[in-house]
């Protein structure tokens, strides 16, 4: 009956090992376990993290796509740093299902993947995206930055403080990203773009 628990704990054993090994290290600040697993035995993972953290292996853990009872269930047997999960302009679930009010309470900054949602922001051809290209345009145009910088400033407008992991290979997009950093929205323009999404003005 033991031997899923014994597999999870090799897995995430090897992982490490072998992410020690072709990053050429001895340590790996965060740790995100990617993707929950109906297997995951809460107390087995927890114990496997304080393990590597004993053995100085990996410093701080997170997860990667939970859920809010997820996140809930092993954030309460070992302290998990972060809960990296999808949010743009065009994917809001992580704003409606609470887990950024889970980050904000927990105090614990959520990680943002496909902050640009993967770049269908710029060339979906879908209602949401029309809308919302047009309206970030016009706040863009009207504020002096491009719908790159636009995107992320929205992020970071939300008070649980999120950290968007931005992926793209162009160094330009880079620095359009660290653009956002000196941009604050306001309320306004911020629910422009959330209404442009959903398709319906604020409740």
């Known amino acids: 009956m033991r031997a899923p628990l014994r597999h999870l704990r090799a897995h995430i054993t090897t ?7 072709e990053l050429r290290t001895d340590r ?21 993290f304080e393990r590597l953290r004993r053995d100085g292996k990996v410093l701080h853990f997170g997860a990667s796509n939970f859920t809010v009872q997820q996140f809930e269930l092993l954030h309460s047997r070992i302290a998990l740093e972060t809960n990296q999960v ?6 809001m679930g992580a704003i409606h299902d609470g887990t950024f009010d889970q980050a904000q309470r ?7 993947w496909s902050p640009l949602a993967g770049g269908r922001l710029f060339n979906e051809d879908s209602p949401a995206a029309h809308r919302v290209r047009w309206v970030m345009g016009e706040i863009g145009a009207r504020l002096g930055v491009s719908t790159t910088t636009l995107a992320i400033a929205w ?14 290979r162009r160094l330009s997009a880079t620095d359009e990203a ?12 911020w629910y422009r773009i ?7 003005e604020v409740p």
Do not use: F, Y
């Open 15 to 21: 992982s490490v090992e072998n992410s020690l090994r």
């Open 28 to 48: 790996i600040d965060l740790l995100l376990i990617h993707r929950p697993d109906a297997l995951m035995d809460a107390d087995e993972v927890a114990a496997t």
């Open 86 to 91: 999808e949010c743009s302009p065009l994917q």
């Open 106 to 112: 927990l105090r614990a900054r959520p990680m943002i």
């Open 155 to 168: 992020l970071l407008r939300l008070p649980s403080r999120p950290i968007p992991v931005v992926g793209s």
């Open 178 to 189: 660290v653009a956002a950093l000196k941009l604050t929205l306001n309320p306004d323009d």
């Open 194 to 200: 959330w209404s442009a999404s959903t398709g319906h």
